[in-house]
């Protein structure tokens, strides 16, 4: 089986979703943040939603969509989160002061929440509760088998689940999770009705299509002056929940009219199927971007500038991860040539650089400073914790491969 076709202007929507994230994370007036957090992080899970197949997830069977999600989210989601540990040490180094704080941030990897604990890569939050939401909805389908009235009214019953937990912080922010499942099956809708107005919809007069995206908008930022700040992060929606989620679909929706419009761009289709890479790598870039250029937060051209900077130089390396790292990237063949293997083992080494050093400095009054039996004994640690990540890395991932690929039954074997 082929690789699925791709539908353009998808991908170009999450481009523009993830330009939005950029520029709420910049130094940037509140209002106008408050706005872009109204709609910026709903229609990435409307994206998800868009291209989401409720029979093909029936006919799936659990382990096989657990392993093949774990293997597209949670392993890049941990490497990510290295890769950012060396950004924000580079970011430390330029500035000539400060220290990443190791420790905390080990444990934030693993909370997930950087409300409880800080972690390398704050955005990076996204992947486990798009992770959660999706072992969710296969729950939901199984349940309802793949009947879509059901389904949408299991994700509105949910709902309460989520919202009780209002401004309370957890571990993956799980409680965040009926809200995202509600905006996946939100965007599963809207694509149903795309499709089944779609001739109409092309065939629309300028004018029309223009004053459509116009009342969308009007409505989405109505609904937002109405109920204030969007905050998944922080399990907040403003005064009122179905305010919220209509800014959202609102703006969303208009903001997706426009993009079906764009001619596909290179560029643009480039950064939108790359996504999980830019959501986790993007915040360490902006900080190492602040230790070089200071003054980029007290001037708006700086603040352009970042975020242009910020996207273009994720391009070649998301191009070097796909040639050397792409379980980074959370893909991953059936076969790893030399180069992964190589790959491999630089992911690990700079991935552990930065809690070696704190190790070795900080551990018992400093390893280096100890006993020459400490120095040994770490040293051993060392090459045990990277023997141990790259076999996971190298041996285990083939594994998930295999489990999560099609079965075939005798007769297609056969045949």
Known sequence: MGEKRR????DQLKCIAFIFVIIGHLPIGGTFKSWIYSFHM???FFSTGLTMNYEKINQTSFKD???????????????MQMLSFCLRQAAVIVKHKGEVPVPTYLLGIITGNN???????????????LFVSEIVIWIIVKLCKANKTWIALCSVLLLPVGL???????????NCVPVAVFFIVVGNLLMDLYKANREKLENLNAFLYIGLILALFALGFVCWKYNGRFSLHGNYYGEEFIIAALAAVFTGTSIALCVMKLPSMKLVTFIGQNTLFYMGIHKPLLLVFEAIFPQYTKNAVFIIAATIVCALVLVPATLLGKKLFPFVLGQFTETQTGLHKAGQLVALLLSLLVPYNYFLNHWNGGILKSTPLYTVLSLLAFVAVTAVLRALTSRFIPVIYLCSKEKKTPSQIKA
Do not use: Q
């Open 7 to 10: 539908i353009i202007w998808i």
């Open 42 to 44: 709903p229609l990435f």
């Open 65 to 79: 969509y657990f392993l093949t999600h774990a293997k597209r989210m949670l392993i890049p989601y941990a490497w």
């Open 115 to 129: 409300n409880l604990v800080g972690s390398p890569s704050n955005p990076l939050y996204y992947v486990l509760v």
């Open 164 to 174: 009780f937990f209002t401004r309370v912080d957890m571990v993956w922010h799980i």
